[in-house]
């Protein structure tokens, strides 16, 4: 089984700044990798898909990059809506999900 | 419009066995490609997947659960229903079901709004 280790797991910024969030596999997944933002209360919502793909209705301030195994999930500029829980999951083996990551107000 | 939404009971008691019925609309289950998945979330904790069934009823299943999970779909219906046995409070947490559509992209594009199962005697 593939597993996903995310870093790190809170990130406290100020709205405005960038964020950069990493998902490690223990082996190759290629570019099967997805990224999902999930608030409280609510289902995940797929932001990235194949790694670097823009999920339909994502603004253009998230971005995704990575092969392999190194992935990384950018907002260029962080906007108040995006204080949430962001996860990674693959598929290249199985299927797994990652720990997850805290964007949290500093 | 895509939709999904999970029903089943709010509550089971220990060994009982747990039955969860993800029904949509908007997609056929018989679409090339396309594939409805469970994913459950303890309280708190993370996303963890479960199960997966394609158009063409290939079945796969998380390796660590797999000795008690079993998945169907009924295209005519637009369900796909979920059987977990011998529950345990371990157990308890919001299980979401969920469309995709792995000949076009990797993930989940379509979630229901998940239903909370408790797990208690």
């Known amino acids: 089984e593939v597993v996903l280790t995310q870093s790190p797991a809170t990130l406290a910024l100020s709205p405005g700044e960038r964020a950069t969030l990493s998902c490690r596999a223990s082996?190759?997944?290629?570019?099967?990798l997805a990224w999902y933002q999930q608030k409280p209360g609510q289902a995940p919502r797929l932001l990235i898909y194949?790694?670097?793909n823009r999920a339909t209705g994502i603004p253009a301030r998230f971005s995704g990059s990575g092969s392999g195994t190194d992935f990384t999930l950018t907002i260029s500029s962080v906007e108040p809506e995006d204080f949430a829980v962001y996860y990674c999951q693959q598929r290249s083996n199985s299927l797994t999900f990652g720990g997850g990551t805290k964007v949290e107000i500093k | 419009q895509i939709t999904l939404k999970e029903s089943g009971p709010t509550l089971v008691k220990p060994t009982q066995t747990l039955t969860l019925t993800c029904t949509f609309s908007g997609f056929s289950l018989s679409t090339t490609g396309v594939g409805v998945g469970w994913i459950r979330q303890p309280p708190g904790k993370a996303l963890e997947w479960l199960a997966l069934i394609y158009w063409d009823d290939d079945k796969r299943y998380s390796p660590s659960l797999k000795s008690r999970l079993t998945i169907t779909k009924d295209t005519s219906k637009n369900q796909v229903v979920l059987t977990m046995t011998n529950m345990d409070p371990v157990d308890t947490g919001t299980y979401y079901c969920a469309h995709t559509r792995e000949n076009i992209l990797t993930g989940f594009d379509y979630w229901g709004q998940g239903t909370l199962v408790t797990v208690s005697s």
């Open positions: 082996q190759s997944v290629s570019s099967y």
């Open positions: 194949d790694a670097s």
